[in-house]
């Protein structure tokens, strides 16, 4: 399978970096191809400029300033997205992606009541995540933001009915010894190797 991996995290050094290259090599070692598209690292701009977004809806032009990212997106069988949550959401170059890449024309398109899907040849959607925050305090007070954004609103709604899911939390990271940190890593490394081909 080819598997779009998404990393929105300044620091090469940090933990998600760890994650980031875990699930990178597991993939490559059960035989998956993978794009990774490092938002940070390949100076993303995350602003909707005026121009994008009075062309949003026009699916001939809107895609132009992003055609690079359009193209990595529509050639991908999965997408994995890895980042840490801050203030209980995605980076903001995280955000800017989805509103700039996944574009009327390209992840959906208009009908008269509700979006109608177009990644369908997308048949896995992933994320693995890190909080600050405990797990009570992000799911219970919170409502968890992100992953109500990405597991409904987008792997629901926008790739393949059918598509394999999966969302991998290590909250509480603040807190987190190396012995959870670890296993944490082992946990992801062990969710990916699963993954179909």
């Given at each position: 399978?080819?598997?779009?991996?998404?990393?929105?995290?300044?620091?090469?050094?940090?933990?998600?970096?760890?994650?980031?290259?875990?699930?990178?090599?597991?993939?490559?070692?059960?035989?998956?191809?993978v794009?990774?598209?490092?938002?940070?690292?390949?100076?993303?701009?995350?602003i909707l400029?005026?121009?994008?977004?009075?062309?949003?809806?026009?699916t001939?032009?809107?895609?132009?300033?992003?055609?690079?990212?359009?193209?990595?997106?529509?050639?991908?069988?999965?997408?994995?997205?890895?980042?840490?949550?801050?203030w209980?959401g995605?980076?903001?170059?995280?955000?800017?992606?989805?509103?700039?890449?996944?574009?009327p024309?390209?992840?959906?398109e208009?009908?008269?009541?509700?979006?109608?899907p177009?990644?369908?040849?997308?048949?896995?959607?992933?994320?693995?995540?890190?909080t600050g925050?405990?797990?009570?305090?992000?799911?219970?007070y919170?409502?968890?933001p992100?992953?109500?954004?990405?597991?409904?609103?987008?792997?629901?709604?926008?790739?393949?009915?059918?598509?394999?899911?999966?969302?991998?939390?290590?909250?509480g990271?603040?807190?987190?010894?190396?012995?959870k940190?670890?296993?944490?890593i082992?946990?992801?490394?062990?969710?990916?190797?699963?993954?179909?081909?």
């Amino acid at each position: 399978m080819r598997i779009l991996v998404v990393f929105a995290h300044p620091l090469d050094d940090s933990y998600a970096a760890a994650l980031r290259d875990s699930i990178v090599e597991t993939l490559k070692a059960n035989g998956h191809t993978v794009d990774l598209c490092e938002l940070y690292k390949e100076g993303f701009d995350p602003i909707l400029s005026a121009h994008e977004r009075r062309t949003y809806r026009d699916t001939s032009a809107n895609f132009k300033a992003v055609s690079d990212q359009v193209q990595r997106l529509r050639q991908a069988e999965g997408a994995i997205f890895v980042f840490p949550s801050w203030w209980y959401g995605m980076p903001a170059i995280l955000k800017g992606y989805f509103d700039r890449v996944w574009l009327p024309g390209v992840a959906f398109e208009f009908g008269p009541q509700a979006i109608r899907p177009l990644l369908s040849s997308i048949r896995l959607f992933g994320v693995v995540t890190t909080t600050g925050a405990p797990e009570w305090f992000t799911r219970i007070y919170m409502g968890n933001p992100s992953r109500k954004v990405l597991m409904r609103g987008l792997a629901r709604l926008l790739v393949a009915p059918r598509a394999e899911r999966f969302w991998l939390a290590l909250y509480g990271m603040e807190n987190a010894n190396l012995e959870k940190r670890s296993s944490f890593i082992e946990q992801v490394k062990s969710r990916v190797s699963r993954i179909r081909a």
